[in-house]
């Protein structure tokens, strides 16, 4: 089952917890653009930290990727003093080499509203499943190796962490967890919002999502309008 709302319930080593990094540079055409953090995305995530202080959630590390809005959403969530590290294994997926791919290669434009967004999500993870980007850039397989080895090794870890990286290793990691086909990865990509936190366990030896884009943290009436998802 899939709950939506966050538990307080003990992190052991057979869960994991990942948390989607705050607002970025909304309406940025390339990644160094999108690359840092909003005003609102760094209250996110100082009130996911205070939220998760309040909880006493048990982590005892804070692992981020390497790009520069995770390692901010990092900093800004951790209030308890945690060692902070970086795994690449945690980089969003190269969104912007591949839509820039799909307008030079295949004449595909970039999208200028948010259904259309949701659309060309959907051709990209088609054509790069289909192996028809640029061979330079990730490819699917390995992209969807390398964000599963790190869930996996966090599951076998003695020591509770909490992860923070980005939408599509989040809705990716959920999509190969329910089998799903790339019209419902795009719902997944669409729903996990800033700052929300999503949970894995192995379940019968099985990677099995346990909870999806909770935003506890934002919850409350005066916070409803800084739930954000693009």
Known sequence: MISSQASNKEVTMQ??????????????????????LSALGHQQA???????????????????????RQIETAKGVNQFDLPHLQDARLNELNY????????RAHNIPYPETQTAFAQHLQTMLEYWKADKLDPA????????????????????????????????????LA?????????????????VGHTSLSQFQLINADLTLTQFGAKPHLEPADRT??????
């Open 15 to 36: 869960t994991v917890t990942i948390i989607r990094h705050g607002q970025a540079n909304t309406g940025a055409r390339d990644e160094a653009s999108y690359d840092k």
């Open 46 to 68: 100082r009130w996911l930290g205070a939220h998760l202080k309040d909880t006493s959630m048990p982590f005892q590390k804070i692992i981020s990727g390497t790009l520069k």
């Open 96 to 103: 912007f080499g591949m839509a820039d791919c799909l307008k």
């Open 137 to 172: 850039l990730e490819s699917y397989t390995s992209f969807h190796q390398r964000i599963r080895s790190v869930i996996l090794e966090g599951l076998a870890s003695q020591t509770p962490s909490l992860l923070v990286s980005s939408t599509g290793v989040i809705a990716s």
């Open 175 to 191: 999509g190969d967890t329910l089998n799903t086909d790339a019209a419902h990865r795009v719902k997944l990509f669409m729903a």
């Open 225 to 230: 309008n800084a739930q954000t998802y693009i």
